[in-house]
């Protein structure tokens, strides 16, 4: 079975080490000024002639709450009137970006984030999907799969109507976690009942999927208190799963300062939250898809990673990672071909380039073909487990064996370990190994002896 996980402590205390999450390869850290708009204007024309599908990403950065463990890129502030002059620049920089590709090219995903994109009124809201379909090809049979995340402190059914009615069909519902004091340690006060009643109102109004953040290894957690917060979760029966370690770097992310070291959970204290999760969550039927993220086996994921048409790109594990990802908004990563570029993160800055009939794009990377090719790699592993070398051999026109030669001591490292099996045609990640997938990925990852792994989190 693809969803097979063999809990190994000595496996994890060897290979937990801090590592990329790979939503790209090369990561953003190795993203750097040179990479313009210049850059950008060339591989959407390449989008344009190739007649590639499309990918959405809006970011939406303003929230009226800081939570003390968030590391997304946000604004902070109770004034709903800030949306608006920032709307205005989403709103240039959709029809900068849609002039150069060509208006038949669907749109398939679509996706919202924040930030809590629901901080935007109803209004802001319909003159903001009245854009996009207006510059891009959104599709109107509701067979796309347009996503939003969802703060159910600011969303009731009236929103989850309108959201509906707008053409969404999936939620991301950030729960985090359900006990009370946890709760209070990251001032993120959210009861159960405003969870359920918007779950309820999607699957009243027939979103297509629901998915559920959680996070363990937050202050004031124990492995009884998150197992009461998972077996809740789990009533609720969301389609999808996420769970994910909190990285605590408070030197990198302001409001983590205003979280009490004391409070954290033990090394081994998170150790056994995650098992007791990985149990709960198998026993009550969900399959592990990879990178924290779990699912029903009737999703669209665990059916695609049966059919290894799994992908991963900045969104995380996808059905569509043959389109082209338009980033769209302050801090939003685009992945046009072999481009990838950000705008820049600063509110001010972003306005100011738009304001000035300029894109906002700061910083990039162009892949080279070594960069294909570890991608190719990298991705085949973290979705799939295993890694077929004739098929890598076929596409790149090289020798696994002979290009990936100085590596091969690693490998037979970890395959001695139980990490991986490993034979001349194939590297097959086995059952212990699989919560530990970014290390086996990390070894073919040609930047990160040059990089400050401080930057990243543990894998577990």
């Known amino acids: 079975m693809l969803d097979a996980i063999r809990w190994d402590t000595d496996l994890i205390r060897r290979y937990d080490l801090a590592g990329p999450r790979y939503t790209s390869y090369p990561t953003a850290v190795q993203f750097d000024s040179q990479v313009g708009t210049f850059d950008l204007f060339h591989a959407l024309r390449d989008s344009r002639k190739a007649q590639r599908p499309l990918s959405l990403y809006v970011h939406v950065p303003f929230c009226a709450n800081i939570c003390y463990y968030c590391a997304c890129n946000k604004v902070i502030t109770k004034d709903r009137g800030r949306a608006l002059p920032y709307l205005q620049r989403l709103e240039q920089e959709i029809q900068l970006i849609a002039c150069h590709l060509d208006p038949t090219q669907k749109v398939e995903q679509l996706h919202f984030g924040g930030g809590t994109p629901t901080f935007l009124s109803h209004d802001e809201l319909r003159q903001l999907m009245a854009q996009l379909r207006k510059h891009f090809n959104l599709l109107d049979d509701d067979s796309g799969d347009y996503g939003i995340e969802i703060d159910p402190r600011e ?70 208190n998150f197992a009461r917060t998972v077996d809740e979760v789990i009533s609720l029966q969301p389609d999808r799963l996420s769970v994910f370690n909190y990285a605590h770097l408070p030197e990198r992310f302001m409001p983590q300062r205003r979280i009490n070291g004391n409070d954290l959970p033990a090394p081994a204290q998170k150790l056994e939250m995650l098992q007791r999760t990985i149990e709960q969550l198998t026993a009550a039927g969900y399959r592990y898809i990879g990178m924290d993220h779990f699912a029903l086996p009737d999703d669209d994921l665990a059916i695609a990673q049966e059919e290894s048409t799994l992908q991963r790109n ?37 306005q100011n380039a738009l304001a000035s009939a300029q894109l906002a794009t700061s910083r990039g990377l162009i892949c080279t073909a070594d960069d294909r090719l570890r991608r190719a790699v990298i991705q085949q592993l973290i979705c799939h487990f295993s890694l077929e070398f004739l098929e890598i051999e076929r596409v790149f026109n090289i020798d696994f064996r002979g290009y990936f030669a100085e590596l091969w001591p690693q490998l037979l490292d970890m395959a001695e370990d139980g990490l991986i099996e490993l034979d001349n045609e194939r590297i097959t990640v086995q059952p212990a190994g699989r919560l530990l997938v970014r290390s086996v990925c990390m070894v073919f990852d040609a930047y990160l002896e040059h990089t400050n792994r401080q930057r990243y989190s543990r894998v577990i």
Request: glycine share 8%; net charge negative.
């Open 155 to 224: 969303a009731d059914w009236s929103t989850m109507g309108l959201l509906r009615e707008l053409g969404f069909n999936r939620v991301s519902i950030g729960v985090q976690d359900l006990d009370p004091a946890v709760q209070r340690a990251v001032n993120r006060l959210q009861s159960l009942e405003e969870t359920r009643a918007v779950i309820d109102a999607a699957r009243t109004l027939q979103f297509r999927s629901i998915n559920i953040d959680l996070i363990y290894g937050l202050p004031k957690q124990t492995p009884e």
């Open 314 to 350: 900045f969104q995380g594990y996808t059905t569509h990672g043959h389109c082209d990802l338009i980033g769209l908004g302050v801090s939003a990563i685009s992945q046009i071909g072999d481009l990838y570029c950000q705008n820049s993160s600063d509110l001010n800055q972003y």
